[in-house]
């Protein structure tokens, strides 16, 4: 078969403006110890890093969790929930887990929460044996969840609903349901286990939930967005930080005041943020997506220090979450398929290590085994098939990979090997707004191969468009096709509100990034 046979036989998906891996997108933020005296003093204190602690990665490609071992910094190997990204997963008879995107870690130290975005599940998982304890059915378009202080149950915000579903974490199912309004996004416990936080991609609010009687006794208003990607909650229970990936914006919110404290100007592709507490301080770790940087603020009474900017050793950083002693943090690199380990101390990326593919959330598990350095019923699905990106040229014939400080790149190309084929995923920032685009294969002779055509929205983004074939060009090129008709820009805004999943001739819409 011809390269440009090849390169035209392939699916075609377009990820609609929703931004945010996602879940994803980042990472559920455990709530506090169970109230035993051994516990509660075990809480208060570092704990080093050993051969008895795991890092676990959400990897929506290649639909699996890497476990990796944090003191020697190695992958020990991944849980399969599902094919790989394409695979036999449109088959009407497939029944395993797509879009594995959100983590969680028990209080207890036994369970890993796993949330897959796109086949709505919540798995349990044996921290010890790395087995699935059951498996529950959620709402549609699941997201990030929480754990309650007792662990018996966990909260999961549906993304594409209006609620919060309520599962049994020891035997599986859905116990109850909590109508929050529409996109909920993320569920945060407090430190005390009173209350549940949960942020949205429709509205610009954070909602206060009493946990015991499952009401809503506060909406906090005011964000410096609508859509919010991820969240995190301070140790002390004081604060909270919700990102606005789309619009590269930081919220902090006052939870004794219950209002907005401050709203922080950040960068493109704002996503996880992590509180760390280490012997230099107080600070917050934010993943810059579009700059391939992660930066570090200081806490203060005030408006929060920005102190460093860490450039990162991958592309894309996603979920990061810190060390049991907050010596170290771990953040996940979307577009390259690895986790990079910093010091807290230093600031400075130490270690890369290779994950599954495309990871979003990541949770660090102190404890998490008795058997230091065990592996036990983990495979291979999803390591050793590393994406890497490609020069991209746009209709000027100027670079749109070159790496502006502020803006990050006009055009993004990633290629990832799954499932015999190549993802070839595109990312755009600043072309023409409502313009439909035909991106290119380019070979090292310069003849192009038509790949896909992709619109942009009012601001000139498409947070992802995804195409599957054989893709033997040396670069990606784009050129301009014409305005957006009013069909293509309604089918589009529908999925910037996370909602509407249409489907059209060789086209699937759908939105699992954040």
Sequence with gaps: MSTARRATWMLIATLGVGGGGVAAASIAQASAEPASKTVATDKDRPIPISGRDRLYTADQSSNTVSVIDPSTNKTLGTIALGDQRVGSTFSPQYSGDSGVHGLAYSPDRRLLAVVSVTSNTVHMVDTGTNKVLNTT??????????????????WVANRGRDTISIVDTGHGGVTGTVRVGDGPSKVLMSPDGRYAYVNFTSKAEVDVIDVRTHKITKRITGLGATFSSDQAISPDG????????????????????????????????????????????????LTMGGLDETWVYKRTDGAPQLITKIENGGHAPHGAWAGGDGSRLYVGLEKSDAVDVIDTVTNKVVDTIASGQEPQAVVYAPRATNRPGSAPNLGR????????????????????DTLDPVKGRVLEATIRPVAGLDMIQLQARGLKADTVYQAYSVAADGKRTLLRTFPTDKEGKTPMALSFGAFNGE????????????????????????????????????????
């Design 238 to 285: 004081k604060r909270i930080w919700v990102s606005h990936k789309r619009d590269g914006k930081i919220t902090v919110l006052d939870l004794k005041r219950n209002e907005v404290v401050t709203v922080l100007n950040t960068g493109p592709d704002t996503n996880h943020p992590q509180f760390v507490d280490n012997r230099k301080g107080k600070f917050v770790y």
């Design 137 to 154: 059915d959620v709402g549609r378009a699941a997201h990030e969840g929480s754990f309650t202080a007792d662990g018996k149950e966990f």
């Design 475 to 514: 670069s990606i090129a784009v050129e301009v096709k014409g305005a957006v008709t009013p069909v293509q820009k309604a089918a589009f805004a529908s999925q910037a509100g996370g909602h509407s999943h249409g489907v059209k001739t060789a086209d699937l819409l759908y939105c699992d990034c954040c």
């Design 381 to 400: 699905q999803g390591l050793g098939r590393q994406a890497h990106n490609v020069p991209t040229t746009l209709p000027n014939g100027e670079r749109g």
